[in-house]
T-cell receptor, first 116, second 114 residues
Framework: GAVVSQHPSRVICKSGTSVKIECRSLDFQATTMFWYRQFPKQSLMLMATSNEGSKATYEQGVEKDKFLINHASLTLSTLTVTSAHPEDSSFYICSARKGTLNTEAFFGQGTRLTVV | DQQVKQNSPSLSVQEGRISILNCDYTNSMFDYFLWYKKYPAEGPTFLISISSIKDKNEDGRFTVFLNKSAKHLSLHIVPSQPGDSAVYFC?????????????FGSGTQLTVLP
């Protein structure tokens, strides 16, 4: 199977600071990567879809200026939570897809963000 | 508006018995369905999938059934093992090319009792 690595797995930051989360596809090229957020005991909510070399497509209700996504290469996408607030505390998960025809997505390990 | 629904937040099953996890969807454009397994503080791992042109797909202990007319799918695990205890997410996909996205249900916590 394909491997997607997400880093860091846990991060605690102070309110008002920014945090960057990296998502890497280790053994395949991911033309499309997805960023999800999961609240406790709830589903994975898609935040944005990122295609290599182009701007991310954000879901309704997701602030693009707050959640900056960069997909600079076929193996790396980053999510930066800017000016973090306690309500941004959540579990963030990325996934990557091989090519455009394959529906199966491979997920990173997730990042537990706590804003204090 | 939840397009993919898992109405049972939890399910307990005795080891060796069958686990049946259910999922309903409302969007008739969905043409591919997947089941993922997730442990706490980890990302989901892919289990099994089914295309809308099929009604059954089997892989070892896991079988997924799709009833398109009822917009319902289910995951059967038999025999259930304690290591199967996890949250199971149903996901559905529609769209073409890079627009294909996964829409997830809210998950069902499966507990397999030894």
């Amino acid at each position: 199977g394909a491997v997607v690595s997400q880093h860091p797995s846990r991060v605690i930051c102070k309110s008002g600071t920014s945090v960057k989360i990296e998502c890497r596809s280790l053994d395949f090229q991911a033309t499309t990567m997805f960023w999800y957020r999961q609240f406790p005991k709830q589903s994975l909510m898609l935040m944005a879809t990122s295609n290599e070399g182009s701007k991310a497509t954000y879901e309704q209700g997701v602030e693009k200026d707050k959640f900056l996504i960069n997909h600079a290469s076929l193996t790396l996408s980053t999510l930066t939570v800017t000016s973090a607030h306690p309500e941004d505390s959540s579990f963030y998960i990325c996934s990557a897809r091989k090519g455009t025809l394959n529906t199966e997505a491979f997920f990173g390990q997730g990042t537990r963000l706590t804003v204090v | 508006d939840q397009q993919v629904k898992q109405n049972s937040p939890s399910l307990s099953v005795q080891e060796g018995r069958i686990s049946i996890l259910n999922c309903d969807y409302t969007n008739s454009m969905f043409d591919y369905f997947l089941w993922y397994k997730k442990y706490p503080a980890e990302g989901p791992t892919f289990l099994i999938s089914i295309s809308s042109i099929k009604d059954k797909n089997e892989d070892g202990r896991f079988t997924v059934f799709l009833n398109k007319s009822a917009k319902h799918l289910s995951l059967h695990i038999v025999p259930s093992q304690p290591g199967d205890s996890a949250v199971y997410f149903c996901a559905a996909s529609a769209g073409r090319g890079s627009a294909r996205q996964l829409t997830f249900g809210s998950g069902t916590q499966l507990t397999v009792l030894p």
